[in-house]
């Protein structure tokens, strides 16, 4: 197995190895991969690949059976990290019976950001006309930009994004890839899942994923190069009939843009 | 763990349960509804005198430890004990913010259980008064105690209310109100010496028939503590911020 990582000192995630086992059953098997700082990077893949269970080891709360993390130079789940990552789960994990306001109110007590920070992270993800509401009264892309919004407190440095955009309207959609990228042109990287494959051309690099394994880690042109489509949908079928994973490094790749 | 967390938490438990009107006023009332029943079942009797004390224990007992045990379980289940656990938060300070809530909601609640029993329902107390609601109050606690304890081992709200019968009826059934403890099988009165709810109920019994002296219901109100200490402790080292 190519091991990437090697060639990605500044990478702000890197995962050596790591095996996952779940239910009895392997989900992630000896999975390898760099997220470079400063970047959007899309994991892609469909329902039940592992994405979750990813992302949940990257941050800290999965049990692992074997391998490494290392975000920031931090073994993953380290004490020190608490404070310099954001996570925001699949299910938008707020309270339903408190507002807006108070359930920011409250994770930025947690965090130890600014009192101020609740008002930037309100505006900064267009809550303002419902920061007064209960949680559950909610629509379902409102409760999950508040999720998101709980996630911004304190300005982590990387932020893991499980399905944010999912079930949200077209608009809103191309809104909030519009707040990833300032969030990322202000120096965070961030991962980000997702299972809608269009969604992979607003990242920089991907990763694709399938049955807990890697088809490709590469940036977005280079997955499309490597396999001569224009579309990344048809690029993971090519890759699955391939039989054999787009993995070239992040130096490598980072040299073509 | 900071105070500073532990507050936070306690004070968005309680903001959390007054958007609830309706719990707070079933957490309030239903012991003292259900100590009037008992009175009135019993009116031409005199076994509401022999049994209201222990009523006084079991009632908020009971209401405490389902209610923290669920709300805490719901925290699991909604991710939110995942973000807060990724986050910068003391696993102490996520049981004893809600410990500090509970305790705060078990206060009132047995403040009202008490005085519904003494005042409305004529239950002749001969020792302290102050003696009877610190006891009650001690053994509320221990109900949300063994709650968030309970909701540590528990996956699902089925589970949790499955506990009830495992955890908190025996307690009942061995406490000394269906039949004296003395008069237990030896095998079961041994057993009925360390459940933390005979503490209680002896206690409030010997408050009420003034039987026994300060030291003595003192020296049950520190076990009754320390079990409420052990298992706010035992919760929160049972709190995994990894799982499976
Ligand atoms: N709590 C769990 N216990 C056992 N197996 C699980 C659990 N959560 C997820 N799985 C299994 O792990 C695999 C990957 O799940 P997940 O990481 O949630 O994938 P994704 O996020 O890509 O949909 C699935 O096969 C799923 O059934
Ligand atoms: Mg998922």
Same mark, same amino acid.
């Given at each position: 197995m190519v091991n990437n990582s090697d060639a990605a000192p500044g990478a702000a995630v890197i995962v050596e190895n790591l095996t996952v086992v779940r239910g009895g059953t392997p /989900? =992630?098997?000896q999975l390898s991969l760099a997220v470079p700082r400063g970047r959007i990077v899309g994991l892609l893949g469909p329902s039940g690949s592992g994405k979750t269970t990813l992302m949940r080891a990257i941050v800290g709360v999965q049990v692992v059976k074997s391998g490494t993390i290392e975000v920031l130079g931090l &073994? %993953? +789940?380290?004490? %020190?990290l608490r404070t310099r990552m954001g996570y925001v789960t699949q299910q938008a994990s707020v309270y339903d019976d408190l507002t807006v306001r108070q359930n920011l109110a409250y994770f930025r007590r947690i965090v130890g950001a600014p009192a101020s920070d609740v008002d930037r992270v309100i505006e900064r993800t267009d809550l303002d006309t419902v920061a007064g509401r209960l949680a559950g009264s909610l629509s379902g892309g409102q409760r999950s930009r508040v999720s998101l919004a709980a996630a911004l407190l304190g300005a982590p440095e990387v932020l893991v994004l499980d399905e &944010?955009? /999912? +079930? =949200?309207d077209p608009v809103l959609r191309v809104e909030l890839w519009g707040l990833f990228r300032s969030l990322a042109d202000d120096g965070a990287t961030l991962l980000i899942s997702s299972h809608v494959m269009d969604e992979a051309k607003r990242c920089d690099r991907l990763l694709l994923m399938r049955d807990g394994r890697l088809l490709a880690d590469d940036s977005v042109r280079g997955v499309l190069e490597v396999t001569g489509t224009d579309d990344v949908e048809q690029a993971f079928l090519r890759l699955i009939e391939r039989g054999e994973p787009d993995l070239r490094s992040t130096n490598e790749t980072e040299a073509q843009r | 763990m900071t105070p500073m967390r532990t507050l936070a938490t306690a004070g968005r438990v309680l903001t959390q349960i007054r958007h609830d009107p309706r719990t707070v006023g079933l957490l309030l009332v239903v012991p003292s509804l259900l100590i009037g029943l008992v009175a009135w079942i019993f009116t031409d009797t005199d076994v509401f005198s022999d049994i209201g004390p222990a009523m006084i224990a079991l009632f908020p007992f009971i209401v405490m430890f389902l209610v923290t045990s669920i709300s805490t379980l719901r925290e699991r289940r909604s991710g939110t004990l995942e973000r807060l656990l990724s986050m910068p938060m003391g696993k102490g300070d996520f049981i004893l913010g809600y410990a500090l809530a509970f305790g705060l909601l078990a206060i009132f609640q047995t403040a009202i259980a008490v005085s519904f029993a003494v005042w409305v329902c004529g239950l002749e107390i001969e020792g302290s008064l102050w003696l009877l609601f610190a006891v009650a109050v001690a053994d509320a606690l221990l109900g949300t105690a063994l709650g968030l304890l309970a909701s540590a081992f528990a996956r699902s709200e089925f589970q949790v209310v499955q506990f009830m019968p495992v955890l908190v009826f025996p307690q009942i059934l061995l406490g000394g109100i269906f039949i004296p403890r003395d008069q237990l099988p030896e095998a079961l009165e041994i057993v009925s010496e360390w459940l933390p709810l005979s503490f209680a109920i002896d206690a409030l019994q010997a408050v009420a028939g003034d039987t026994e002296s300060t030291e003595w219901i003192v020296a049950k109100l520190l076990v009754i503590a320390a079990w409420i200490v052990g298992s706010i402790v035992l919760g929160s080292i049972t709190l995994r911020r990894r799982t499976p």
């Open positions: /989900v =992630l098997d &073994p %993953a +789940g380290s004490r %020190a &944010p955009t /999912v +079930g =949200l | -």
